[in-house]
């Protein structure tokens, strides 16, 4: 017995060793691994501490003001806790609040952004206004720096001396022989045209004389009709006496009428063989029977000039070689061109030929206002039109006893 006792006992002790063993293994684990632990913590401690950033003096009471309201708010809230809740009108009243307030703010931002664009637009216009003001600046600038060189060029250019007046005669008009054969000289922006209208009225007339059998060129003649006046049935003397008429005027000479819108393309065809810077052309209106003819002098070209008038041979004496002694040439003279009238009266009276003159008002769109204008007699054109009733001056009312009656 004492003997197994024994071989227990021994074999108790090796168990409980090999238990520590065990228990001392764990044991340094976890001292180790708690080293390890203590040793990350370290690491975290101090990369936490570098990557904090260091706050001011004025970030710290900002945020110190900034907790003061939190706990303002956040006090203000318990009391608004602690006071009854609204009624359903109060809230009505309050949303209705609320909605009045999201209108006026749309209506704020709509107003906002057409203000926006308002000012976009007066940049725009700002922006233009100053490039336009910068154009007429180098104008202005360019201006100055131009008149300087005048000036410069004016002070250089040497005093010329002054010319001596010329003294104009104008001779008396001589009388105009009877039935004499006139021309026609107009004097403007010193240049002089002579106009022979006897020659362009005989164009118009000989023209005119060879379409008179040109059917399609007249007026159709008015149709006899089977009634009088009053719409009554003619009897045997009234037509015995339009027979009797009709005789005689069938031993009268008809005139002939023309068709107005026919005619008229037909003569402004014509070649007037005018001379250069001379023009013709046609005014009638609806209710005429007749042609006026309207010659036009140009003031740029054309005729002879004043310095042509002073050279022994230019085109206003080839133009009088024409004229005989006794015809007659008429002046029409500007104002402003009375030097060279004076210098072709000479050479009208060199020549012995009778003139007289008359002064012509200011030019008009080029041409002068007093152009050349005389009555087509022996054209006969058909009026499509009645003239207008004839207006009267108004009637002055006569003064009685220093009132109007």
């Known amino acids: 017995m004492a003997v197994r006792r024994k071989k227990v006992e021994e074999g108790g002790g ?8 065990a228990l001392t293994n764990v044991v340094a684990v976890l001292i180790f691994v708690l080293l390890l632990v203590n040793c990350e913590v ?4 101090v990369r936490i501490m570098e990557d904090i950033v260091p706050v001011s003096e004025e970030e710290m009471r900002q945020a110190q003001e900034m907790l003061k309201q939190i706990e303002l708010d956040a006090k203000r809230l318990e009391e608004l806790k602690k006071q009854p809740q609204p009624s359903k009108v109060e809230f009505e009243e309050l949303q209705k609040a609320i909605e009045a307030l999201k209108k006026l703010k749309d209506e704020k931002l709509k107003k906002l952004e057409q203000q926006k664009l308002t000012d976009s637009e007066l940049q725009k216009r700002h922006d233009e206004a100053q490039a336009a003001r910068d154009t007429e600046q180098q104008k202005n600038v360019a201006m100055q720096e131009e008149i300087r060189r005048l000036e410069i060029l004016l002070d250089t250019t040497p005093v010329e001396k002054d010319i001596p007046p010329t003294e104009i005669t104008i001779p008396a008009t001589r009388a105009i022989p009877e039935g004499a054969k006139t021309y026609y000289a107009y004097v403007a922006k010193d240049r002089v045209h002579l106009l022979d209208p006897d020659n362009v009225v005989e164009i118009i007339r000989k023209k005119a004389d060879s379409l008179k059998s040109d059917k399609n060129l007249l007026a159709p003649e008015a149709g006899k009709t089977s009634e009088n006046e009053d719409g009554e049935k003619k009897s045997a003397a009234e037509r015995r006496a339009e027979r009797e008429k009709e005789k005689a005027d069938a031993k009268k000479e008809k005139p002939v009428v023309f068709e107005r819108d026919k005619l008229t393309p037909v003569l402004k065809g014509l070649d007037f063989k005018l001379p250069k810077g001379q023009t013709a052309d046609f005014h009638t209106t609806t209710w ?14 054309g005729g002879a000039t004043l310095e042509e008038l002073k050279q022994p041979s230019n085109p206003f004496t080839s133009a009088l070689s024409k004229v005989r002694p006794n015809e007659v040439v008429m002046f029409r003279v500007s104002p402003e061109s009375m030097y060279t009238y004076a ?6 009276d060199k020549k012995n030929i009778p003139c007289g003159w008359d002064l012509v008002g200011p030019e008009k769109d080029g041409y002068m206002q007093d152009y050349f204008r005389v009555h087509i007699e022996g054209v006969t054109i058909k009026p499509t039109a009645t003239p207008p009733p004839r207006k009267e001056p108004p009637k002055r009312a006569r003064e009685v006893g220093g009132k109007l009656d």
């Not at 370290?42 to 401690?45: G, I, S």
């Not at 005429?288 to 070209?301: A, C, G, Q």
């Open 42 to 45: 370290a690491q975290t401690v």
């Open 288 to 301: 005429w029977s007749h042609y006026h003819l309207i010659v036009n002098f140009s003031p740029t070209e």
């Open 14 to 21: 090796s168990s409980l060793d090999s238990l520590m063993d």
């Open 343 to 348: 210098l072709a009266r000479e050479l009208v």
